[in-house]
T-cell receptor, first 116, second 111 residues
Framework: GAGVSQSPSNKVTEKGKDVELRCDPI?????LYWYRQRLGQGLEFLIY????????KSGLPSDRFSAERTGESVSTLTIQRTQQEDSAVYLC??????????????FGEGSRLTVL | GQSLEQPSEVTAVEGAIVQINCTYQ??????LSWYQQHDGGAPTFLSY????GLEETGRFSSFLSRSDSYGYLLLQELQMKDSASYFC????????????FGTGTRLLVSP
């Protein structure tokens, strides 16, 4: 597709269950970000992938959160043993960032997670 | 760590000019970006400033003063469709360029 694709768009789960969110970045984009946005709040940085380098995981809120990316393609964000405070929209963004020049981030529509 | 401060809400009327300020404190500052987000939508890129001064793109302009750790977004000839949240975001050089967002400013444009 032409843009960043995220799935599922909506996910309702029970407290304690694991969830997996998927992000398909724009083809050729080397940088990929995950953010969390609670209702009416700003974007909270979670994790950043750049090419084949080790990811910057400094924003992951707890060890229940993990993310993987295969090369420069699909990324999955996994939340284990979900809690009600995990309820939020999870946004993925990709960028054609190369070298040291920051680029525009292209965001997906997000995955809205509701933990009951 | 880092912090970015923006006003939580700004109101204006159609046709007016509005300025949304952003002050930041961060190590490894590389540049400042602005994003727009309509309710229920994805953030979209507006501008990027790496050097001091004003960057103009149509009705929107963005300014950066690195010495003052300050920037602003200027919106001219406001239209109803400009009602949205506006986020400033700092690029931090941590080996790579990590983008950290502020809490956002909600702009309400009235007729």
């Amino acid at each position: 597709g032409a843009g960043v694709s995220q799935s599922p768009s909506n996910k309702v789960t029970e407290k304690g269950k694991d969830v997996e969110l998927r992000c398909d970045p724009i083809s050729g984009h080397t940088a990929l970000y995950w953010y969390r946005q609670r209702l009416g709040q700003g974007l909270e940085f979670l994790i950043y992938f750049q090419g084949n380098s080790a990811p910057d995981k400094s924003g992951l809120p707890s060890d229940r959160f993990s993310a993987e990316r295969t090369g420069e393609s699909v990324s999955t964000l996994t939340i284990q043993r979900t809690q009600q405070e995990d309820s939020a929209v999870y946004l993925c963004a990709s960028s054609p960032l190369t070298g040291l020049a920051p680029g525009e981030l292209f965001f997906g529509e997000g995955s809205r997670l509701t933990v009951l | 760590g880092q912090s970015l401060e923006q006003p939580s809400e700004v109101t204006a009327v159609e046709g007016a000019i509005v300025q949304i300020n952003c002050t930041y404190q961060t190590s490894g500052f590389y540049g400042l970006s602005w994003y727009q987000q309509h309710d229920g939508g994805a953030p979209t890129f507006l501008s990027y400033n790496a050097l001091d001064g004003l960057e103009e793109t149509g009705r929107f302009s963005s300014f950066l003063s690195r010495s003052d750790s300050y920037g602003y977004l200027l919106l001219q000839e406001l239209q109803m469709k400009d009602s949205a949240s506006y986020f400033c975001a700092v690029y931090k050089n941590t080996g790579f360029q990590k983008l950290v967002f502020g809490t956002g400013t909600r702009l309400l444009v009235s007729p």
